[in-house]
């Protein structure tokens, strides 16, 4: 009697991902996330999507150059090295406009704010200081000598906003709050304690404990220091400091406020606070990033907060990196302009400003490069071997160069796939992955696309069986 071979069937598993996360740089992070990202956009989740390009503005900016979006109401661009031109970029009648304004030589920008209309500007020269006004033809109408108020440089941490048409200044320990509609008069402090007094100024000293930080957030100016937050009660003397949360701000450019919300990079990483309980931390998955971010500025615009090469979607809770951090530097500003993003690269003696339109994509704007990287993915217990495909679906916006990679039991980096697809060839791809325990997929390209699943295949190997196919 003779008997067959018996053949052993392979049993085949597919798990299908449709619903991606961004960035998760913990242990244990979910197989949806991404190890590292360039290029992704955060509100594309749950799908993968390359970015919208970025685009180089004309001209070199000079030492000390700088973007400023006093109030968010109007954008400044500081072209530094010197130059007393500012170009003001607002929108009047609802439409973008540039003008320019004219400071004395040699004066620099500490600070700007919107008021009553007018632009007003805190410039130091030397060792003087003093608020400039300009309206919105860009004529100066008014100056007033800060130095005996503000003193000589270095003036510390300094900056200034509006509220109910008071100009206030922190400098140091001290908050400076002005009178009602007026530039002047900035150390006649009333000392009239009759509350009613609509004219009535103040100054509220912390001593030793230095302001890093203030934003006006739904009608209420919000200060900060490195360690506390602060909420200013009352619109008219006796102002009144109250601390809402033992959580601040290492860096006054990262306050933002963002659908509605106000982010900030505290020491623990960034910030979330909705108008009421105390800050929430967003970006656990993210350890590390308030020492990468602090030297960085941000923005809001839409459901996205913007801070130096990252960006987080405020409605998923998902983050990816925009673009490669700057060797030596930082995207010293970001501010959020017309319907588009324009932020400030600074790098040793170099700087750059670059436009981004999150919404809108340009066909004739230079392809983006981009790159994604998976978590380490176990398909099965460890020990096992298995054969293993994936399959994954690409939609390109124009023409674009992909090339897939894996690191398989955490070897050397091997290419699966490299080629071009066409704007108008939408399809479906499969590449093999070798007999491994666990893998590492890395995605790159070049050009507008969209990765709306990734399927993957595999068959676990019976021990000491070698089965060459799948």
Known sequence: MFFLPKLEQIQRTIKTETAFSGLDNRPGASDDSLSDCCGISASGFPVLTACNPRVKQTGTPGDGCDLL?????????????????????????????????????????LAAACFLGDLVILAQKSGSIRLVRFNSAGAQTQSVDMTALLGSPPFGSIGMLTYRNRLMIYQNDALHIGYYGSLEDWEKYTEDSDALKPLAAQKLLMPGRSFTCGILYKSRPVFFQKDAMYLLYQEKKPFELVKAADIGCINPRTAAVCNGVLYFLSEGGVMAYAGSGIPVLVSQKLPLLSD???????CG??????????????????????????????????????????????????????????????????????????????????????????????????????????SADSGEWQTLFEGTITHADARELRVRIPPCEHYRLRFEGTGKLTIPYIRRIYRIIPDGKIHPFL
């Open 69 to 109: 979006s006093p109030d968010g109401h109007e954008m400044l661009e500081i072209p530094g090295g010197g130059q007393p031109v500012v170009r003001r970029f607002f929108a009047a009648d609802g439409s973008p406009a540039q003008a320019g304004i004219t400071l004395e030589n040699g004066e620099s920008i």
């Open 292 to 298: 990468r971010l602090a030297q960085s500025g941000a």
């Open 301 to 406: 615009f839409d459901n996205t907060y913007y801070i130096g090469e990252f960006s987080y979607d405020s409605t998923s809770g998902e983050w990816t990196k925009l673009w490669e951090p700057l060797e030596n530097g930082a995207v010293a500003a970001a501010c959020s302009y017309g319907g588009k993003i324009y932020f400030l690269d600074k790098a040793d003696n170099s700087a750059a400003i670059y436009r981004y339109d999150p919404v809108r994509f340009d066909h004739a704007a230079a392809p983006v490069s981009w790159h994604f990287t998976t978590q380490e993915l176990y398909e099965t217990e460890p020990g096992k071997k298995k054969l293993s495909a994936i399959a994954f679906r690409v939609q390109p916006e124009q023409n674009v160069s992909l090339s897939v990679s894996v």
